[in-house]
């Protein structure tokens, strides 16, 4: 929650004499974060105060006159097509070089000396908005009317003149501080935040006074609902509802609200002062002098203050007469009971209800507002004597109006919340040594009342923190934030070095990211929530994923069992600019488990898209996870995979370590790379790594250098077409023990090939461990070699 | 004999000074000492004589063989020499012609920030650990002080496993995605391993899909647990990330936050790189941070309820953590001038393979 606060208000109780700048740097560091500082004098630099002396129609526009304005040191003329411009009005004149938004748009532009359709025009005469201050009640095509606000002279600052030589910052506050969205509240925190000595100022009477009571009542309060802890009420007679002070007006438009009328400004200027909202009805409103408080009845129907329908319903707290409810409590009064021009009688609402009601409520009906947003931080009981107090004081000075009646319904007091302190618990957790005396000013000053206890000791929290302070740890909070954290050393922790090591699966995890980028692959990161189309186009049933209670739209509905969906999504999308490329994704898919947390288990996805040579794709696919399973000690296993739906039957193997299935390395089944509207075949490897990492390690074995020459011979053999390498390569292995490897070095179809045929160089190597070879041993090897191949595979040589 | 050894010797020295080209020098190679050459037939010769002749012509022939060794070595350095010098004037090569770039492959922006930031907290002790992304609510908000109906748990937006309209539940309440990687530390204090020098980096997810704010994104959660873990250690630890990832003129400050798993609470800022931590630019306000400030994350001191659920005694036990989104950190750095955080996660591979 953000708020606007005013530099001049905040120094009526905070004695400091900081620059802006200064302020909110110790602000920020020590309480709350000061977002901007707007200095007013510069938002309403080169503007004064005019009065329009005489008007003439524009020559050469219907809607536009031609004002001449007093601005002190001269008369100029202006153009302005506002249509209550008036003779003698004092106007808002913004000079050549001030900076207004035009219309109240979003954009702030330098005026400059103009002439508008050939009359010239020395500035503006502006509409509020165009000066910033929207929140001001003035109609389309009206310029702002001062002549009752204010008497100053023409030429004089409007800074000066409105009062607003001020400055504003934005802060945010926490959501655990609601007092500090009222002056009081911030002002008392900001005074120990800048070292500053703070004051309740004038409202130092208010708070000491207590509320007359009074013997017989004006109105009845039944307080039917025990999610109102306390309801107080104050009947203020003789009112006359006009419009409230310009000061306080002022304070309103410059915390960013709209001033309506004397009493409702008053309700709203309470709530800013001290962070307790208010509500006023107009007594005459209320049937038969009784305010209920109660649960909506069940289809109940309330027209609110916006104008909005509310459907309400019991979870919903209102506030009501004997006959219909008024208010919705805490969240927004009804239209039909708020003050008007007409209104005599005020009675003035404040209460405590239950945070989480409120909060409910309000996202129930889809209504918010600033008393909702303080309620739902919990608010204090005791806050509501003052908080009244203040309300009718107001009410009787601006209003004219007479207290004639208290009522206080308040059936379960709070006590303070006490609780023990001990400085060196705090001084433990933030490793400095600051004094008890500092940490009890520290304490004291921000409001809690310290008693000194045998060997601790006792802390009494003020009403206003009651909500946030929930122990001892949090008064450590109070003290480091004011002693503050840029005034403590930055210390790197020389302690023992932790019990754990790296989680091994997030290392291999990293270790295999690096190998397949260093293979040439990049890395798509998918989301891991899918839509049920994705999951159904790739034939898994959403039964088999976890499923969101509440998905934000309906494509992303599932958590992933599998990467290939989104693999082939991202495939889909990049064949138009990319029409080939290797690519991959390593991360977890989410496998449902009956009433448990879902497993999750690292998996990996690779592959080439755009692909054009399938034998060669399957050769490179198959190496880099031969390669990947060689380099981290695993032994992996290739085998022809059966007959399946989700990949091309004749280009796929199944991969198999220790006995189990842990992927799948082939061609995605044209159905698949059809539905997902992919235009050429895509190779991919779906590999559960999880499966994996205990296995996997950094084993490097030492193989002794061969202490012979190593003899390879090449020879091209035609074979049919599907005659498997592998038994191609065993024929050769077999034939005799000086073979001791057996490579692919080509393989070639075409011109001179009969069709159904194929032609494969394989490179064999022979070694003896022993003994140099001698030409003839290798070729009577070879002779044995070919004539096996003619044997067992049909081998013809060729060449 | 003498005679025609010396008319060997002269013959051949003359004509090794006319070989100009690779060619020619080997074929005159082959003429005088090859193993058929002129020399070796002289040679030959020399067996037919008696043994004093023989000794007098071997001493003879042994020197117009070294001379003609001699001669041509000098010869062959001087051809291949003169080779060398024709080739680097005659060879030629465009060397404008464009790099072909390696074929490696591109590891995601994400995972280069992983990476490096894992191994910055690498180098003081903290050690990488893996937690749920689908979790308990138990680990993602009730252990962390913030009980049920905390309106906290409204802030985290966060999405529910469940289906037919029903949440679905089980042994430690209700599943959820976990909206921030602070699931992981009750998990980690429960294991009982201590001290503790965590690094929690992971998928979280939150009900938000925005210019700024993706459904899924990363954290990385820090946690340190032992006797005495201090403020001023956080601060410690702090300061180095920023100045090993950011760079050692970036400034840093604390700024008091609340967050119901911490307390004391706050939030770590950096100054702006744009506007030198000055908040003004040229033209006025800098666009990127708040008062010359970015923000980087939250952290605090672990609340003691917090290592109460998780079993240790906090009058014995204290410590820091603190979390912050991965991207968010990535994109303060890195000046990829990235508008929308989308991009990230678009699969584009022309946008992929620039990084």
């Known amino acids: ?799 | 004999m003498q005679d025609a050894l010396i008319q060997l010797q002269t013959e051949a020295l003359a004509v090794f000074l006319k070989v100009k080209t690779l060619d020619e020098l080997e074929a005159a190679r082959v003429e005088y000492l090859g193993r058929k050459g002129r020399l070796a037939e002289a040679m030959k010769d020399l067996a037919a004589l008696d043994a004093d002749a023989k000794r007098e012509a071997g001493k003879i022939a042994n020197d117009v063989k070294r001379t003609i060794e001699a001669s041509f070595q000098a010869t062959e350095a001087r051809v291949v020499a003169g080779a060398a010098a024709e080739r680097k004037a005659q060879e030629w090569l465009d060397v404008s012609l464009p790099g072909i770039a390696p074929a490696v492959g591109h590891l995601h922006l994400t995972t280069q920030a992983i990476d490096e930031i894992s191994g910055i907290f690498a180098h003081i002790g903290f050690v990488r650990s893996r937690h749920p992304e689908v979790d308990w609510d138990y680990y993602a908000f009730e252990s962390l002080n913030m009980p049920k109906e905390h309106p906290a748990r409204d802030e985290w937006e966060t999405f529910f496993i469940g289906d037919e309209g029903e949440v679905a539940t089980g042994e430690k309440g209700k599943i959820v995605l976990t909206p921030h990687t602070s699931n992981g530390q009750v998990r980690e204090i429960e294991k009982g391993e201590l001290p503790i020098r965590m690094i929690n980096i992971g998928k979280c997810y939150r009900r938000q899909a925005s210019a700024r704010h993706l459904p899924m994104f990363h954290q990385f959660e820090g946690l340190m647990v032992d006797k005495n873990v201090t403020v001023t250690e956080l601060k410690g630890v702090f300061d180095y990330f920023v100045k090993r990832y950011f760079g050692p003129d970036r400034a840093t400050r604390l700024r008091p936050y609340h967050f119901r798993f911490t307390e004391p609470s706050f939030e770590l800022d950096i100054s702006c790189a744009v506007c030198e931590g000055t908040g003004k630019i040229e033209n006025g306000k800098c666009k990127l941070c708040k008062g010359g400030w970015l923000e980087l994350g939250g952290a605090g001191m672990v609340h003691p309820n917090v290592l109460k659920a998780g079993g240790l005694n906090p009058d014995e036990y204290t410590g820091f953590a603190f979390g912050w989104g991965v991207e968010r950190t990535m994109m303060m750095r890195s000046g990829i001038n990235i508008d929308d955080i989308r991009t990230l996660y678009k699969n584009d591979l022309r946008f992929l393979t620039q990084f």
């Open chain 1, 1 to 799: 929650m953000n708020i606007l606060a005013s530099y001049n208000w905040l120094k009526e109780h905070v004695k400091t004499k900081l620059s802006a700048e200064e302020f909110a740097k110790e602000f920020s560091l020590r309480s709350m974060s000061v977002e901007s500082v707007e200095h007013l004098d510069q938002r309403f630099a080169n503007m004064v105060i005019g009065v329009v002396k005489s008007i003439a129609q524009h020559p050469n526009a219907d809607r536009l006159r031609v004002a001449t304005v007093d601005i002190g040191e001269k008369e100029v003329p202006i153009v302005c097509g506002g249509t209550n411009l008036a003779e003698n009005m004092r106007v808002l004149v913004a000079l050549p070089g001030s900076r207004v938004r035009w219309h109240g748009g979003a954009d702030w532009t330098t005026l400059e000396k103009t002439s508008i359709r050939g009359v010239e025009s020395i500035g503006m005469i502006c509409a509020p908005s165009e000066v910033g201050l929207d929140k001001v009640a003035c109609g389309d095509h009206e310029i702002w009317d001062l002549t009752s606000i204010i008497d100053a002279p023409a030429g004089a600052s409007v800074a000066a003149a409105l009062d607003c030589d001020d400055i504003i910052f934005d802060i945010e506050i926490t959501t655990n501080r609601p007092d500090a969205m009222g002056m009081i509240g911030l002002a008392r925190d900001a005074a120990v935040a800048v070292d500053a000595e703070f004051s309740l100022g004038k409202f130092e009477s208010v708070e000491s006074r207590a509320l007359e009571s009074f013997s017989s009542h004006r109105i009845t309060v039944k307080k039917d609902d025990d999610r109102c802890g306390r309801y107080m009420a104050a009947v203020v007679e003789g009112v006359t509802v006009g419009e409230s002070p310009w000061w306080m007006q002022k304070r309103l438009l410059l915390a960013g609200l709209k001033p309506i009328n004397v009493i409702v400004d008053i309700s709203n200027y309470v709530a800013l002062e001290l962070g307790q909202p208010m509500h006023a009805f107009d007594a005459e409103t209320i049937a038969k002098d009784t305010i209920v408080i109660r649960p909506a009845k069940k289809g109940e129907k309330l027209t609110l203050l916006d104008g909005k329908i509310a459907e309400l319903n019991p979870s919903i707290m209102v506030i009501a007469d004997a006959e219909k409810s008024l208010a919705v409590a805490g969240i927004m009064g009804g239209k039909d009971s708020g003050t008007t021009a007409h209104t005599t009688t005020v009675v003035f609402e404040a209460a405590m209800f239950d945070a989480l009601t409120i909060r409910r409520g309000s996202r129930a009906i889809d209504v918010a507002s600033d008393s909702q947003l303080l309620f739902e931080k919990g608010l204090s009981p005791s806050a509501l004597p003052i908080a009244l107090a203040r309300a009718v004081e107001l009410a009787t000075e601006l209003a004219g109006g007479t207290l004639v009646d208290v009522v206080d319904v308040y059936p379960e007091p709070r006590k303070p919340k006490v609780f023990a302190f001990n400085p060196e618990q705090a001084r433990k957790r933030i490793g400095v040594d600051i004094a008890d005396a500092q940490q009890i000013d520290i304490l004291t000053r921000l409001g809690f009342d310290v008693a000194k206890k045998k060997s601790a000791y006792s802390v009494t929290v003020p009403y206003w923190r009651e909500d946030d302070i929930e122990g001892e740890v949090d008064f450590t909070e109070e003290i480091a934030r004011m002693y503050g954290y840029h005034n403590m050393p930055a210390v790197l922790p020389a302690s023992r070095p932790p019990a754990a090591f790296d989680d091994a699966s997030l290392d291999w995890a990293m270790w295999t990211k690096k190998f397949l980028a260093g293979a040439g692959f990049s890395e798509f990161f998918s989301n891991s929530m899918v839509s049920v189309a994705d999951l159904e186009m790739y034939a898994v049933s959403p039964k088999d994923a976890l499923a969101l209670y509440n998905p934000l739209s309906a494509d992303i509905t599932h958590m992933r069992p599998t990467l290939v969906p989104s693999m082939l999504r991202a495939i889909e999308r990049n064949q138009a600019f990319t029409n080939t490329a290797n690519v991959f994704e390593l991360a977890r898919v989410y496998v449902p488990r009956e009433g448990d947390i879902p497993e999750e288990r690292m998996t990996l996805v690779f592959g080439e898209y755009g692909v054009t040579n399938a034998e060669s794709t399957f050769m490179q696919l198959r190496g880099v996870v031969e390669y990947f399973a060689a380099k981290s000690g695993i032994t992996l296993t290739f085998d022809r995979a059966p007959k399946n739906d989700h990949w091309h039957d004749g280009r796929t193997v199944t991969i198999t370590f220790d006995g189990v299935t842990v992927g799948t390395l082939g061609q995605v089944a044209d159905d698949f790379q059809n539905s997902f509207g992919i235009h050429r075949p895509v190779f991919l490897a779906e590999i559960d790594l999880e499966a994996l990492f205990s296995s996997m390690k950094h084993a490097h074995r030492y193989q002794a250098l061969p202490a012979f020459p190593v003899v390879t011979r090449d020879i091209a053999v035609l074979v049919d077409e599907k005659t498997e390498f592998e038994k191609i390569s065993s024929v050769v292995r077999g034939a005799k023990s000086l073979v001791t490897d057996c490579r692919v070095v080509e393989l070639y179809r075409g011109e001179g090939i009969p069709s159904g045929k194929k032609s494969v160089t394989v490179g064999v190597t022979l070694m003896a461990p022993d003994r140099t070879l001698t030409s003839q041993e290798v070729d009577d090897v070879m002779t044995t070699v070919i004539r096996e191949l003619a044997l067992r595979v049909d081998g013809v040589i060729r060449g």
